[in-house]
C-alpha cells in the first residue's frame, strides 16, 4: 500500500476526484459509488503493489479477485463499518490492468534511483561517480516523463533497508551485480508494458526509455564480463 488520504471523514465528492484522479471508474463501479452518498467514508486506501480482499485485507500479490481501491465508510442507519473494493482484477481478464504495470514500472525505477545515488555517494573513483550521476539522471527522466503521461499516486522512495555506509561494505562486486540486475527488472517491465500503450506517442516515449535502459544495462555487462573488477 502506497498511498492512504487520511482517516477521518471523506466527503463523496472528494472521495470520487481522488478514485478519478487514479483510476477510471467503471460502469458498473458507479452503481455502489452511488450508495455511498449517504455514508460516513472513513477511509480511501489505493495500492499499486498488491491488492486487497473483500474484507479489506491487503496482500503483495495482485490474484483474482483482489481490487486495488478499498473504501472504508459507516451507514449511517445502522452504523455498520463497511468495505467497498474497487478495480478488481476479474477472472475473464487474465492479464494484469496496464496501469497496474505502469504503477509497477515507476516503483522500480524509484527504487533504481535510490540505489545509484546511494552508489553515488559511495564511489570514490571518478568512473563510477560518472556512471552512476548518469544512471540517475536517466531514471529521473523516465519519473518526469511518466508522471506527465500518467495519473501515478507518490510513491515513497526506499532503501531496501541498506543504508550507504553499509552498500560500501558491500563492496563493488556486489553494487555492479545489483545494478545488472536492476537494469535486467526495468527492461522486463518496459517490453511487459509498451506492447499494451495505444497511444503512439506515449508508445514512443518508452521505447526511447527502454533504448537508454538497454544501454546502461550493456555498461555493467561490460564490466562484470571483462573482470574489471578485480
Same mark, same amino acid.
Do not use: W
Given at each position: 500500500?502506497n498511498?492512504?488520504?487520511?482517516?477521518g471523514?471523506? *466527503?463523496y465528492r472528494?472521495?470520487? %476526484?481522488k478514485? *478519478?484522479?487514479?483510476?477510471?471508474? !467503471?460502469?458498473?463501479e458507479?452503481?455502489f $459509488?452511488?450508495?455511498l452518498?449517504?455514508?460516513?467514508? &472513513?477511509?480511501? %486506501?489505493?495500492t =499499486?503493489?498488491?491488492?486487497?480482499c473483500?474484507?479489506?485485507?491487503?496482500?503483495?500479490?495482485l490474484?483474482?479477485g483482489?481490487? =486495488?481501491?478499498?473504501i472504508?465508510? !459507516?451507514?449511517?442507519d445502522t452504523?455498520?463499518?463497511?468495505?467497498?473494493i474497487?478495480n478488481?482484477?476479474?477472472k475473464?481478464?487474465?492479464?494484469?490492468?496496464?496501469e497496474?504495470?505502469?504503477?509497477?514500472?515507476? +516503483?522500480?525505477?524509484e /527504487?533504481?534511483f535510490?540505489f545509484?545515488s +546511494?552508489?553515488?555517494d559511495?564511489s570514490?573513483r571518478?568512473?563510477f561517480? =560518472?556512471?552512476?550521476?548518469?544512471?540517475?539522471?536517466?531514471?529521473?527522466?523516465y519519473?518526469s516523463?511518466?508522471k506527465? +503521461?500518467?495519473? @501515478?499516486?507518490?510513491?515513497?522512495?526506499? +532503501?531496501?533497508g541498506?543504508?550507504?555506509k553499509? @552498500? *560500501?561494505?558491500?563492496?563493488?562486486?556486489?553494487?555492479?551485480?545489483?545494478?545488472?540486475? $536492476?537494469q535486467?527488472?526495468?527492461? *522486463?517491465l518496459?517490453? /511487459?508494458?509498451?506492447?499494451?500503450?495505444? /497511444?503512439?506517442? /506515449?508508445?514512443? =516515449?518508452?521505447? %526511447?526509455? $527502454?533504448k537508454?535502459?538497454?544501454?546502461?544495462k550493456?555498461?555493467? %555487462? &561490460?564490466?562484470?564480463?571483462?573482470?574489471?573488477l578485480r
Amino acid at each position: 500500500m502506497n498511498s492512504i488520504s487520511n482517516n477521518g471523514t471523506i *466527503s463523496y465528492r472528494e472521495t470520487l %476526484s481522488k478514485i *478519478s484522479q487514479k483510476h477510471h471508474i !467503471q460502469p458498473n463501479e458507479r452503481r455502489f $459509488l452511488k450508495e455511498l452518498k449517504k455514508a460516513n467514508i &472513513r477511509c480511501l %486506501s489505493f495500492t =499499486t503493489d498488491g491488492g486487497f480482499c473483500e474484507k479489506g485485507n491487503f496482500y503483495k500479490n495482485l490474484e483474482v479477485g483482489l481490487g =486495488t481501491i478499498r473504501i472504508n465508510y !459507516q451507514d449511517k442507519d445502522t452504523a455498520k463499518e463497511r468495505i467497498l473494493i474497487l478495480n478488481k482484477l476479474e477472472k475473464e481478464n487474465e492479464e494484469i490492468p496496464v496501469e497496474f504495470k505502469i504503477n509497477a514500472l515507476y +516503483q522500480k525505477i524509484e /527504487d533504481a534511483f535510490c540505489f545509484y545515488s +546511494q552508489a553515488l555517494d559511495e564511489s570514490n573513483r571518478l568512473y563510477f561517480k =560518472t556512471l552512476f550521476k548518469k544512471l540517475c539522471f536517466h531514471k529521473k527522466a523516465y519519473i518526469s516523463g511518466l508522471k506527465s +503521461q500518467y495519473k @501515478l499516486a507518490n510513491y515513497r522512495r526506499k +532503501q531496501k533497508g541498506i543504508k550507504c555506509k553499509e @552498500l *560500501s561494505s558491500k563492496g563493488r562486486v556486489f553494487v555492479i551485480k545489483r545494478g545488472l540486475e $536492476l537494469q535486467s527488472e526495468l527492461e *522486463s517491465l518496459y517490453r /511487459d508494458v509498451i506492447p499494451n500503450i495505444a /497511444d503512439l506517442h /506515449d508508445r514512443h =516515449t518508452l521505447e %526511447s526509455h $527502454l533504448k537508454y535502459v538497454m544501454e546502461d544495462k550493456r555498461v555493467f %555487462s &561490460r564490466l562484470k564480463s571483462a573482470n574489471f573488477l578485480r
